[in-house]
């Protein structure tokens, strides 16, 4: 059996490394390969990645189901942005 990396012919491990954000519209968010939840109130969450920390801004904001590998967030989303951590 083929590796899925091989079908697709992704360049391996480091795709499933990097953060993935998939939006439905202004309502919906899910992330992928997150490390952990550092702050949720219902207009601001905040995950640490591994390039460095994403912010999700908006109104009513709540997480609806998450993983070790992905999060779903629904709300008023209004903004994502990627604070790049420090290169080493």
């Known amino acids: 059996m ?3 990396t091989e079908i697709c012919r992704l360049p391996g491990e480091n795709v499933f490394r990097e953060t993935q954000v ?18 949720y109130t219902g207009e601001r969450i905040e995950l640490l990645t591994v390039s460095g920390r994403l912010l999700i801004c ?3 904001l709540e997480i609806v ?21 420090r290169k080493k």
């Open 65 to 85: 189901n998450y993983t070790k590998l992905e999060i779903c967030i629904r709300g008023r989303i209004e903004g994502i942005t990627l604070e790049e951590g």
């Open 2 to 4: 083929k590796k899925i």
């Open 22 to 39: 998939i939006l439905t519209g202004k309502r919906q968010a899910v992330i992928e390969n997150y490390k952990n939840i550092s702050a």
């Open 58 to 60: 908006g109104k009513k």
